[in-house]
Structure formats: C-alpha cells, structure tokens
Nanobody, 124 residues
Framework: QVQPVESGGGSVQAGDSLRLSCAASGGTLGRNTIAWFRQAPGKEREFVASIRWYSVTSYANSVKGRFSISRDQANSAIYLQMNSLKPEDTAVYSC??????????????????WGQGTQVTVSS
C-alpha cells in the first residue's frame, strides 16, 4: 500500500511554470503506476499524465508538449513539470497510485490510493 502526498501547487501567471511533486509517505512508490488528475470547479476530474513503474509515460492531449512527468531515481517521488501554463490549467491536482490496465490508465478506476490534492491557479 502506498499513500501519495502532493506538494508544489501555487498561484502563477499565464506562461509561467510550476513543478508538482507526488511522494510516497512510506518511502517508495514500488511498482505502482502514478497518475496526475485534475479537477476544476464544476467539472469532472480529468486525466493529466501517468508514468508506469518502468517509466513509460502517457499524457492528455491538452497538456502534451507543455507538461512532463518523471520519476526520481530512488523511486520515491514523481514530478509533474508544468510549463507554459494557461488559465484553463487552473484546478486541484491530485496524484493516484495503482495498477491500471490499458483501458483504465486514464480513468480514476485504475487507481486505488489518492493524495489530498494541491491547488494550481493560473491567472491571465
């Protein structure tokens, strides 16, 4: 069992960058796939990016080319580097851990453990 803990959110201007972190409270992420989801007010939670334990990554079309997900060498944290931020990126960002199959990779059903979320606000 892994308990994700997010950090790194904040308020920035459009065009700025932020880096979010998702750390394992127990020290290691194991062989879990880690994914970032986000939820804006009044909208459903949506997939942002994921990384398998063997470092294969996936991205939502809306963030491709702007966001990058990576894993540290100790396998204790996942990072989401967000560049060229837009106001529409404003949301609570949460990371989930689990063992999704291909069809559930981009859905919340694929993940068993969730962090508390971190707010990202991008102003124009």
């Amino acid at each position: 069992q892994v308990q994700p803990v997010e950090s790194g959110g904040g308020s920035v201007q459009a065009g700025d960058s932020l880096r979010l972190s998702c750390a394992a409270s127990g020290g290691t992420l194991g062989r879990n796939t880690i994914a970032w989801f986000r939820q804006a007010p009044g909208k459903e939670r949506e997939f942002v990016a994921s990384i398998r334990w063997y470092s294969v990554t996936s991205y939502a079309n809306s963030v491709k080319g702007r966001f990058s997900i990576s894993r540290d060498q100790a396998n204790s944290a996942i990072y989401l580097q967000m560049n060229s931020l837009k106001p529409e990126d404003t949301a609570v960002y949460s990371c989930g851990a689990g063992s999704p199959i291909a069809s559930t990779m981009a859905t919340t059903r694929g993940y068993n453990y969730w962090g508390q979320g971190t707010q990202v606000t991008v102003s124009s």
